[in-house]
């Protein structure tokens, strides 16, 4: 149940700010954009003016590579107490092909009450959520203790360098807790699939397509290592079943190149190289290291029977499979603020990916709950919202939560 003061608290969000602020972020275009230079920067400095006008303190801005940027704020009560972050992303994938969007990328056009456009829901409305929540805290007169710390992070799309470079500089720390605000319907995710990403080179000889065998063709050895991996992603799946959050373990070639750039196919060549990258997906129980010793031997394996068969494999990312438990404080607090915001059970579930909160889980130990706006299926999607309602909602139960957490639930 909440308390007067509590309702006094939430009262005070300014839902129709939080609507115009997830519109402006959305029509900030902070795709990477290697093509034209474009990045985060503008977002970046579009949300460090808006601190500094809305909440008048400055915040602090660290380069991770030129022209992509972290910011972080910390709103110190003066009284000892926990360390409460909120983390969310600046960068958004590329909209693709403009033309099959019905609304446009980033328009932000407001239709049958939702927002759309690229990142509306992965997570400019998350960004805004953390804004707009910590703004009305600090605004509220409300009493709280601790420190409530906004990491608003680059580059989680790709590498994760910008919450690595977060955490290098200390600024994770002193941390207890951290609300991720990616889009999961407000459901509460208390676990996050583990990834390996793979960059495999299947090396040959070219040659004239009317006489392949003066050379040594990559794709036929490519096709091969394809099923093989495909047979171990059944034997993982057998090995390890379905977890109760996340689902499956998979195996997934997503891109295949032969030849690579900057050579061009050619119809009557066979290329003397092919590339594939690899998205490994792994669940409670997996170990990464048992993974890369099985995918070693089925290439030798191959290599045996084909003495013309030659690979390099190349670990681009390994993120580790992370969760908590339900009981844990900054979990527990979030619960019960769902349930008295919304007069239901909460939902629990796993984050089918991973996020900037498995790093500072991985490496720092920090609980990480993920529990924003947006429908967990959109991203990265064609014509991308979040539903305004839902929102709102997230806002109540994230300030709710932050209030509680930072004073000690007394439940």
């Known amino acids: ?53 809305e909440l008048g303190m400055e915040p602090e801005i660290d380069e991770v590579l030129p022209g992509r940027e972290n910011i972080i704020l910390t709103i110190d009560s003066g009284k000892e107490g926990p360390v409460l972050m909120l983390e969310g992303h600046t960068d958004v994938v590329s909209e693709g092909i403009r033309e099959r969007w019905k609304h446009a990328p980033f328009g932000a056009e407001i239709d049958n009450n939702k927002i759309y456009g ?28 601790g420190k409530l710390v906004l990491g608003i992070i680059c580059d989680e799309e790709d590498l994760m360098l910008g919450i690595q470079d977060f955490i290098k500089r200390g600024h994770a720390d002193d941390v207890d807790a951290c609300l991720v605000s990616e889009p999961e319907e407000n459901q509460l995710c208390i676990s996050m699939k583990g990834a390996l990403r793979i960059k495999l080179t299947v090396n040959g000889k070219m040659a004239h397509g009317a006489m392949p065998l003066t050379g040594i063709n990559p794709n036929t050895r490519l096709a091969k290592i394809i099923t093989a991996f495909e047979t171990y992603e059944t034997s993982l799946k057998e090995a390890f079943g379905e977890d109760e959050y996340l689902g499956w373990p998979s195996v997934t070639f997503t891109v295949i190149q032969s030849p690579p750039p900057p050579e061009p196919p050619q119809l009557n060549v066979m290329p003397g190289k092919a590339v594939a990258y690899i998205d490994i997906r792994t669940v409670p129980g997996q170990n990464h290291e048992k993974i890369k010793e099985d995918l070693a031997a089925i290439l030798e394996d191959l290599q045996k029977r084909d003495k013309d068969f030659d690979t390099d494999i190349e670990y681009l990312a390994d993120k580790p499979v992370v969760y908590m438990k339900k009981d844990e404080p900054i979990a527990a607090v979030s619960a019960r603020a769902y349930t008295d915001i919304t007069g239901k059970e909460p939902v629990y579930n796993g984050v089918p990916g991973a996020t900037d909160g498995t790093y500072l889980r991985a490496l720092k130990g920090i609980p990480c709950l993920v529990n924003g706006p947006g429908p967990r299926h959109i991203p990265h999607q064609t014509d991308e919202y979040v539903d305004i309602p839902e929102l709102e909602e997230s806002a109540e139960i994230y300030l709710l939560t932050m209030y509680r957490f930072l004073n000690g639930d007394k439940e």
Request: glycine share 4%.
């Open 1 to 53: 149940m909440l308390n007067s003061e509590e309702k006094h608290l939430i009262s005070l969000i300014d839902k129709s700010e939080l609507v115009e602020l997830t519109r402006s972020l959305v029509q900030i275009d902070s795709v990477i954009r290697p093509e034209t230079g474009n990045t985060e920067h503008k977002a970046v400095l579009f949300i460090a003016d808006w601190i500094r006008r």
């Open 118 to 145: 690229r990142g509306s829901c992965d997570m400019k409305a998350g960004v805004a959520v953390n804004l707009i929540t910590a703004k009305t805290l600090l605004t509220s007169g409300v009493s709280f203790k």
